[in-house]
């Protein structure tokens, strides 16, 4: 939901920086109150000197250490492990300021929400109660076997269904919660013989499913019958509950991996709970179903690389081959995932139990790239004794890499298939040959090549010589985009009034260098209508990074620049470099996919290719420009005067024409 251009600087002006930051710090001695001048050990890295300085008249805090700074959004941003909406409601609630209002519908599919969730709450407590009957005894003894004692039950407010129709319904009725919630909860179910709505989870063991925010939204239900259809039983899908968009232990797991654990994706409940009371705090688990696109997107969100924790049997394995074809499409620099396979025939609760928590660390510490888990579903069991086979394999995986949206990310797959592939088939030095014996051992680099005889292996390329000029666009492949990045940046500092347009372009803007990337960050949590708009930027990134970008010569010359608050300068400059911007990520994708096929065929229709893409960069670069230049390329690589080339042309024209009669 977007909000109003005042709202967050209310916010910010309501909250106390150093009331918020308090809850995790503890205030130095040297700390003065009376000028909201505060110190303490920076939260976000280990120190013992105080150099995290929190300014709460300005509302903005910096570690002289690490160099983390911002203000009350941020922090909150940071230390939950939220995202900014989220944030923004935290310290709002603590402000006693009411979130902007939404449209009438909005607001009563809200309130209708929170009853759904007053109803959760109380089947929560219905359920914890039961499970200390006597009814409940032998789900106590498979909690006690499983090493679940009354510590481990109330952290995850683990509870009992009785084996009976209507418990539940009777005792919701009793509160005088209606049918119809009670159903649209998914806790009842509407009988289809004309009587009343009975218990949907009966004879279970219940955990329950909260979402990130800590709102009960559905349970899951393991059943004590060895004969039940089901062993294991989620609720519905409801106006709370969308299974394949929701994690088990989100809020919790989120605050760990906040806090510098590792984000671990185990396949259940119990072992989610066996990882945490472990001490591996940021685990979670889907809710019985396949690891979904959405679900992965929400694991990202916690961190930039979950471990896939996966029981190393055959199903196991099965379901890694399985989430590779889900992440590759959503694959990028900063989204990447890592498998660990445990020993076949055990899950963590097996493992933590025979060898303690140091046996799953190992494990953990071992876990591999994606590239190794695709790279082993293409060669695994396959017999690569011909080039057909080895063309199959390649052209299988060139297929598999395609699905990568990201160009450098695709490239960079690619060379490490290359390698993959040079270790298999023996076409390096430091790899055995497909047909080699079992028993082979890479010969040692002390071989002396015979007089006019080749190198073992082939000949290596050779290296350059100390005094060879380095090409420009060899250096950087990248200067074009990170040129592009550069103006759009400074065009929106110098006219904030742009920015409210200009965020759809940002958040898709995938930023070259670090200091892009933070100034991006930042401009998206700001807002462009505030008078102060030029100091607070400053003093949430530093003077330095600023004059950094402006100062730069292509930057200085730049009309958006020069013309500081003309917002019509600004929208033309943005659109005209979003547009190159496409079109040099375009020509940098089509030679990205054009080089793969390279590694496999260099035949004349992909050099065809490249040169085609360089064309048509080059004519998207001068698309804007083409009616005002003075100048064109000549077909050697020079600029000509536009006048003169006409003036030749027409000569030249003439000159055929006359040749003719």
Request: glycine letters at 8%; charged letters at 30%; a negative charge.
């Amino acid at each position: 939901m977007s909000l109003p251009p005042n709202f967050i600087d209310e916010l910010r002006t309501r909250v106390s920086l150093s009331q918020v930051v308090g809850r995790k710090v503890v205030w130095s001695k040297k700390s003065n109150r009376a000028k909201g001048d505060w110190w303490a050990s920076c939260p976000f890295h280990q120190e013992k000197s105080a150099s995290f300085h929190v300014d709460d008249r300005k509302g903005f805090y910096y570690c002289f250490g690490c160099h983390a700074k911002g203000d009350a959004l941020t922090f909150v941003q940071e230390t939950e492990n939220v995202g900014f909406m989220e944030a923004v409601e935290i310290l709002a609630r603590e402000a006693g300021m009411p979130m902007p209002a939404r449209d009438p519908q909005a607001a009563k599919k809200a309130d209708r929400r929170s009853v759904l969730v007053e109803v959760m709450e109380e089947a929560v407590r219905f359920y914890r109660m039961q499970l200390k009957t006597g009814a409940a005894s032998e789900a106590r003894a498979y909690l006690d076997r499983r090493g679940l004692g009354m510590k481990g039950q109330d952290r995850f407010e683990i509870g009992f269904a009785p084996d009976s129709w209507d418990a539940l319904y009777n005792h919701l009725k009793g509160k005088g919660i209606a049918d119809d919630l009670m159903i649209a909860t998914g806790l009842c179910a509407q009988s289809d013989r004309g009587k009343g709505p009975y218990d949907r989870f009966r004879g279970r063991i219940m955990f329950p499913i909260r979402d990130a925010r800590g709102r009960c939204i559905s349970f899951g239900g393991r059943a004590m019958d060895p004969n039940a259809q089901a062993k294991y039983l989620n609720g519905p899908e409801t106006e709370l509950f969308d299974k394949g968009n929701s994690l088990y232990n989100h809020g919790p797991a989120r605050e760990a991996v906040g806090k510098g654990q590792t984000l671990i994706v185990a396949e259940g409940y119990m072992d989610v709970i066996a990882l945490a009371m472990a001490g591996f705090e940021g685990a979670v688990a889907p809710l019985g179903t396949a690891i979904t696109p959405e679900q992965l997107q929400l694991m990202w969100r916690i961190s930039p690389e979950p471990v896939i924790a996966l029981d190393g049997d055959k199903a196991g394995v099965r379901a890694a081959y399985r989430l590779v074809d889900v992440a590759l499409p959503l694959l990028e620099a900063e989204k990447a995932l890592r498998f660990c396979l445990l020993p076949e025939g055990q899950d963590p609760d097996d493992l933590i139990k025979a060898k303690g928590p140091s046996a799953m660390a190992e494990v953990l510490d071992g876990a591999m790239p994606l590239i190794d888990i695709l790279w082993r579903r293409a060669t695994e069991d396959q017999n690569f004794d011909s080039p057909e086979r080895k063309a199959a394999l390649d052209k299988r995986l060139r297929e598999e890499i395609k699905q990568i949206r990201s160009p450098d990310l695709r490239t960079h797959y690619g060379h490490a298939i290359k390698d993959l592939r040079a270790t298999l088939f023996g076409t390096r030095p430091d790899a055995p040959r497909s047909d080699a014996p079992r028993d082979w051992q890479p010969r040692q680099n002390n071989w002396q090549p015979r007089q006019g005889g080749r190198k073992p292996w082939g000949n290596a390329p050779a290296k350059p010589l100390g005094t060879t000029i380095t090409s420009p666009l060899v250096q950087d492949e990248n200067f074009e985009i990170s040129f592009r990045e550069a103006v759009i940046l400074a065009t929106i500092i110098s006219t904030p009034l742009v920015l409210e347009e200009a965020m759809d372009l940002l958040e898709a803007m995938v930023c070259q260098s670090e200091d892009h990337r933070i100034l991006r960050d930042t401009l998206l949590m700001m807002n462009g209508r505030s008078d102060a708009f030029r100091l607070e930027l400053e003093a949430m990134v530093g003077p330095e990074l600023l004059e950094n970008l402006l100062g730069r010569s292509h930057i200085t010359i730049c009309p958006s620049v020069r013309r500081a608050g003309d917002l019509e300068t600004a929208t033309l400059t943005l659109k005209e470099e979003t547009a190159k911007l496409k079109a040099a990520h375009g020509r940098l994708a089509e030679i990205a996919e054009a080089t793969e096929e390279l590694s496999g065929s260099a035949d004349e229709a992909v050099t065809f290719r490249l040169h085609q893409a360089a064309l048509a960069f080059d004519r998207a670069s001068r698309a804007q420009q083409e009616d005002t230049t003075e100048y064109e390329k000549a077909d050697n690589g020079l600029r000509v005067d536009r006048k003169e080339r006409e003036a030749l042309d027409g000569l030249l024209a003439s000159l055929r024409n006359t040749s003719k009669h």
